[in-house]
């Protein structure tokens, strides 16, 4: 950063960490001792899906990398949803793919078109809780989703006090953005 972007109170854009993703497992355990709410086995990455070959084919080679374990929707906003499933206890291997169609999409030089990556929770009592990774802040923050477009905003700040230690949290809540119809959660 020039001396000229301090005086005019400019500041870098943070960069994205996407190894911050494999955090996420041990963060798991932290809360699911906090909140009882466990992996669901369910994680997607939001991007808005740009035209052309190069794209196109991209598309299709991390679909074929990832299998049968990967559906592909789209939002009321027009962002496309690539959704990985695994088993519930398979958070790790999760984590993995997820970072895998992040870093493809990024290497290609698509990462100004990722949204965020999500994985989900839930416990016996149908809470759910999407732990949402911004992929152009760097930082985590939680969501909590109920019936008819409100959240728990109890359980957002629960999660966020017990996970504060484990992942870089986003501290600016007005950027705790809803992803309303997120697959998976």
């Known amino acids: ?32 001792a906090a909140t009882g709410l466990a992996p669901t086995g369910v994680g997607s990455v939001s991007y808005r899906a740009a035209e052309g070959g190069a794209f196109a084919t ?33 958070l790790s291997d999760l984590v993995t793919e997820l970072h895998a169609v992040n870093s493809s999409l990024e ?5 100004p078109s990722l949204l965020c990556s999500l994985v989900s929770f ?8 999407g732990i949402v990774y911004l992929y152009k802040r760097g930082t985590f923050y939680p969501f ?4 008819g477009q409100l959240r728990d905003n109890a359980l957002e700040l629960q999660a ?20 309303w119809g997120a697959p998976g959660l």
Do not use: C, N
Request: proline residues 6%; aromatic residues 8%; hydrophobic residues 45%.
């Open 160 to 179: 966020r006090s017990a996970l504060a230690g484990e992942l870089k949290i986003e501290e600016d809540l007005s950027r705790w953005f809803p992803v």
């Open 58 to 90: 991209l598309h299709g080679d991390v679909k074929a990398l990832l299998g049968e374990r990967v559906e592909e929707s789209e939002d009321v906003y027009g962002y496309s949803w690539l959704v990985v499933r695994r088993a519930p206890d398979a």
């Open 1 to 32: 950063m020039s001396w000229l972007d301090v005086i005019l109170g400019r500041t870098k854009p943070v960069q994205p960490d996407l190894d911050a993703l494999f955090a996420l497992p041990s963060a798991a355990v932290t809360l699911q």
């Open 122 to 129: 839930a416990d016996a009592q149908g809470r759910r809780l």
């Open 107 to 111: 290497d290609a030089g698509f990462g």
């Open 144 to 147: 909590a989703p109920l019936a």
